[in-house]
């Protein structure tokens, strides 16, 4: 299987360019992503092949993008509208969790909404509060929503094609720290993730390590860097999330860090040191940790303040092997 070394942009590019060229009903809608190729240029090109009806410029209402792309999926099509920054996902919002999430339901499964809703997310670029926010936890809490967000190349291109196969309306979060800063052998070849699935990205038997998207590398690295025997769990699908996976590590390890730099309160870390309280308390020696940003917005000139870096992660590390 021949395979090229790709950042995470270069691989959403080219999954978006192949599934496009086997699949006319696949149309792409967005501020600015047709001729200039988006903020961060992941549709670059792409107009220019497929023509204007396909990749379509849109005026600066997320509210319509998300409008139009849900009158697609109803008519047939399979629309991917992209939100320039997730942060202005938010006067859409009705339209996501009210309209595409509940179609299945409301109409008793006569209707689908096939929407793939791709954005950039979180921190890393010093964009300041309305740039960087990470706001997972509001599509996890809405039923009918699935939630993906890769970490690595790879995975970008695996869950895109398995997001694409979704008869429901799926959330892309891109972490764009990870655009341009990693890159990673992706096959030529189509493949896919499978959606709910995490990875054992680095193992180990004194801790686990639960994360996902811009904090993978972190934690990864850090554990790496300081020798430290632990599982780290790439979530991948934020929700449905893999909890067999997270429960058998803990089991074996008895200690758990949950590393997002998503707020702390509510966030994800939240729901999953509750599932692990109601599961295997009996098997923990030591308390459940986050590592989290604080809760406040998201500041320009202190991000690495805001964000979990490796001294906090070490300090979580100190505190749960105090537990023996």
Same mark, same amino acid.
Do not use: W
């Given at each position: 299987?021949?395979?090229?070394?790709?950042?995470?942009?270069?691989?959403?590019?080219?999954?978006?360019?192949?599934?496009?060229?086997?699949?006319?009903?696949?149309?792409?809608?967005?501020?600015? =992503?047709?001729?200039?190729?988006?903020?961060?240029?992941?549709?670059?090109?792409?107009?220019?092949?497929?023509?204007?009806? /396909?990749?379509?410029?849109?005026?600066?209402?997320?509210?319509?993008?998300?409008?139009?792309?849900?009158?697609?999926?109803?008519?047939?099509?399979?629309?991917?509208?992209? =939100?320039?920054? @997730? #942060?202005?996902?938010?006067?859409?919002?009705?339209?996501?969790?009210? @309209?595409?999430?509940?179609?299945?339901?409301?109409?008793?499964?006569?209707?689908?909404?096939?929407?793939?809703?791709?954005?950039?997310?979180?921190?890393?670029?010093?964009?300041?509060?309305?740039?960087?926010?990470?706001?997972?936890?509001?599509?996890?809490?809405?039923?009918?929503?699935?939630?993906?967000?890769?970490?690595?190349?790879?995975?970008?291109?695996?869950?895109?094609?398995?997001?694409?196969?979704?008869?429901?309306?799926?959330?892309?979060?891109?972490?764009?720290?990870?655009?341009?800063?990693?890159?990673?052998?992706?096959?030529?070849?189509?493949?896919?993730?499978?959606?709910?699935?995490?990875?054992?990205?680095?193992?180990?038997?004194?801790?686990?390590?639960?994360?996902?998207?811009?904090?993978?590398?972190?934690?990864?690295?850090?554990v790496t860097k300081h020798s430290i025997d632990a599982d780290v769990i790439d979530l991948r699908t934020i929700m449905p999330y893999d909890g067999e996976t997270i429960?058998?590590?803990?089991?074996?390890?008895?200690?758990?860090?949950?590393?997002?730099?998503?707020?702390?309160?509510?966030?994800?870390?939240?729901?999953?040191?509750?599932?692990?309280?109601? /599961?295997?308390? #009996?098997?923990?020696?030591?308390?459940?940790?986050?590592v989290c940003g604080p809760d406040i917005p998201f500041p320009y000139k202190l991000e690495e303040y805001y964000m979990p870096n490796e001294g906090r992660i070490l300090?979580?590390?100190?505190?749960?092997?105090?537990?023996?």
């Amino acid at each position: 299987m021949s395979s090229k070394q790709l950042n995470m942009v270069q691989a959403i590019n080219s999954t978006l360019d192949m599934l496009m060229k086997e699949d006319d009903s696949i149309i792409l809608l967005g501020e600015d =992503i047709g001729k200039d190729g988006g903020v961060f240029r992941v549709t670059e090109g792409l107009q220019a092949k497929y023509g204007s009806e /396909r990749v379509i410029d849109t005026p600066l209402v997320e509210l319509g993008i998300v409008g139009m792309a849900i009158g697609m999926a109803l008519t047939g099509l399979k629309p991917v509208p992209e =939100i320039q920054f @997730q #942060d202005f996902i938010f006067t859409a919002f009705d339209q996501i969790v009210n @309209q595409a999430a509940k179609m299945r339901y409301r109409s008793g499964g006569e209707y689908n909404v096939p929407m793939v809703l791709r954005t950039p997310y979180g921190g890393g670029i010093r964009g300041g509060l309305y740039h960087s926010q990470s706001g997972e936890a509001y599509f996890a809490h809405t039923a009918g929503l699935t939630v993906l967000s890769p970490s690595n190349p790879y995975d970008a291109k695996g869950l895109l094609i398995s997001a694409m196969k979704s008869k429901d309306p799926i959330i892309f979060l891109e972490p764009k720290r990870l655009y341009r800063s990693i890159k990673s052998d992706v096959p030529d070849e189509k493949y896919s993730i499978p959606i709910g699935k995490a990875a054992l990205v680095h193992e180990g038997s004194k801790m686990t390590f639960v994360t996902y998207g811009s904090m993978v590398p972190i934690v990864v690295n850090t554990v790496t860097k300081h020798s430290i025997d632990a599982d780290v769990i790439d979530l991948r699908t934020i929700m449905p999330y893999d909890g067999e996976t997270i429960l058998n590590s803990v089991k074996k390890t008895g200690k758990l860090i949950i590393v997002h730099e998503a707020p702390r309160t509510l966030g994800m870390g939240a729901e999953i040191s509750a599932f692990i309280g109601e /599961r295997a308390v #009996d098997y923990l020696m030591a308390p459940i940790l986050r590592v989290c940003g604080p809760d406040i917005p998201f500041p320009y000139k202190l991000e690495e303040y805001y964000m979990p870096n490796e001294g906090r992660i070490l300090k979580a590390i100190n505190r749960v092997q105090e537990f023996r």
